[in-house]
C-alpha cells in the first residue's frame, strides 16, 4: 500500500523501538503545546510576564541596539533581568537584523514558521541518512520523523521561548549528511565544515565537533570550519573596529574588543559557575550538563568550598566529554561506527558546558539514524529507554515532584539519582551506552543492513593531503597516519 503518485510505501514494518523513541517525545509535546501555548495560540502576541517569545524578543532588542549605537550585550527585553541578553559573538548580530522588519509579535510567529520548514528540512536530511544506510521508511516513518523534528517536547520548549537551537541543530544535522551520505568531494566537505563552524560560532560549544572532523579526517570540511570560525570572530573585530554606522564600537582603542566583549559580559557570566557550589540544586537552573554531577561529587569529596574547585569542575567536565568521544571515535571500521562518532561528538558538545534541555536538538540526525538501524537489535529496548527519558523533559525538581505520586521504595530509589541527574544527561548516555554495546557485539554486523557495514574511508593522512597541495611540512611525523581509515586497515 502507498501514496498515490509515490514510489514510497505507507507501511514499510513495525518499527517499536525507533516509534518509542520518536513518539514519546511528540506526545509530551502536544501536551506541552496546549498546556503552554493555548492562551497564546487562542491570542496571538508575547506576554513578557510569562516569558513567551522571550528568546525571541533578546534577538529583537539586541539589533534594535546596535542600530542605536548602544551596547548590544547589556539589553534585555521588557521587564526581563540580566539573564536574557545577547550572547553570541559581535558578527552574528547581523544575522538578527531582519527581525526589525517587522514587530516583535509578528517576527515572533514568522520565526515559529521558519523553524517549522527548517524541521522539515532536517526529517528530510534524516529520511534520506536512513534510507542510504540500508533502512526502507514507509510515510509512517518518515511522518514520525517530521512530528519529532518539530513537535517533540524539546522543540515546544524551544518554540515557547523563541530559541534559535532547531535551526542550529538542523545545520549539525546538514553537516553530518553531508559528510557521511553522498560523493566525498572538497565542495561537499567544505559546505558541511562551514555548517558545523556557524553552529559553533554562534553556541560554542558545538566546537568539540572538530573532533569529529579531525578524526574522519575531512581536512577540507577542517579547514572551511576554521576559516568559517576564525574569520567570523575576525571579521566581527573589524566590523566593529571601523563602526562605519555609528554603533558602539567596543571597549578598547579604534573600537578593537568587541570579541573580549563578548566573552566578558556573555560567555563567562554564563558559565554559573556559582550555582554549581556544593552541588547544583534540583530547583536550580535545568542545565543538563554533566557538570550537574560532578558538582556533587567534587564537592562530596573536598572538604569546604575552595575557589579552585570552580576551575576543577569545568575541567573535569571537558576532559570526561573528550574522553567519551574519543573512545567513541577511537575505531571507525564501517558507516555504522562513524555515525555513533558523530552522535558521540554532538552529544558530548551538548552537556560538557552547562546547557539548556533543547540543546539536544544538535544530536536528533545522529540519534534518528541510530534507532532506526538498531531496529530488531538486542539493544533496541535501551535505545527506546534512552528515547523516553528524553521525552521526559523534566527539570529534576520537577521528577522529584512527580516521584512523590509513585510508591515509597521507587521514590526512595530514584530520588537520589533524580536530585543530581537530569533525565536528559540519562538519555543520550544510555543510547550511547546501547551504540557501545552494539559495536562490540559479533552479531551486529548480521543484524545491520549490508550499506551500514559499509566502508566510507576517512581521508589521507595530513602530511599526505597538503603535500598534494604543495605544502610540505618538515619532519616526518603525522599522527593522522596511525590512524585507521574505514576498514580497520591502517596507513602505511
Known sequence: MGVPRSDRPLFV????GA??????PV?????????????????PGLDPGDQIGVNYEVYYYAAEE?????????V???????????????????LFLPTLLVDPTTGYWLFIGLNVLVGGALALFVVRYVESMGRRLGWIDAGLVFAFCVLSSQMVTNYYFGNVNLLLGAGVGAGVYLLEVGDQSPRREA??????????????????????LLRIRAWWATASALA??????????????????????????????MTERWIEEAVIPRGDTQLFVGGIDPDSTFYITIQRPLSHLLWGVVPGSPRWLRTVLVVGSLAIGIAVAVAALRRLEHRFDRLVGAYAAAAVAVVVMPSLQYYVALTFLPLVVIAFLLEGHPVQLLVALGGLLLAYASSPAGVLADLERWPTPIEAALDPIATVVTTQLLGLAIVLLACAI??????????????ATAVRPAGPPLREWLADRGITLPGRWDPTAGWTVGDGRKDS
Open 13 to 16: 514494518g513495525f518499527r517499536p
Open 19 to 24: 516509534w518509542i523513541l520518536l513518539l514519546a
Open 27 to 43: 506526545i509530551v509535546g502536544l501536551y506541552d503545546l496546549g498546556s503552554g501555548f493555548g492562551v497564546t495560540v487562542g491570542s
Open 66 to 74: 546596535l542600530l542605536a549605537g548602544g551596547n548590544f550585550y547589556d
Open 76 to 94: 534585555s527585553p521588557p521587564g526581563e533581568g540580566e539573564f536574557y541578553e545577547y550572547l553570541y559573538p559581535p558578527i552574528t548580530i547581523l
Open 191 to 212: 559546505t558541511a565544515g562551514a555548517l558545523l563552524a556557524l553552529v559553533a560560532l554562534i553556541k560554542v560549544i558545538p566546537a568539540l565537533l572538530g573532533l569529529y
Open 228 to 257: 568559517v570560525g576564525l574569520g567570523g570572530l575576525v571579521a566581527g573585530e573589524l566590523l566593529f573596529a571601523i563602526g562605519p554606522f555609528g554603533w558602539d564600537t567596543g571597549d578598547r582603542a579604534f573600537g578593537v574588543g
Open 438 to 451: 552494539a559495536r562490540r557485539l559479533d552479531r551486529t554486523e548480521e543484524l545491520l543492513p549490508a550499506e
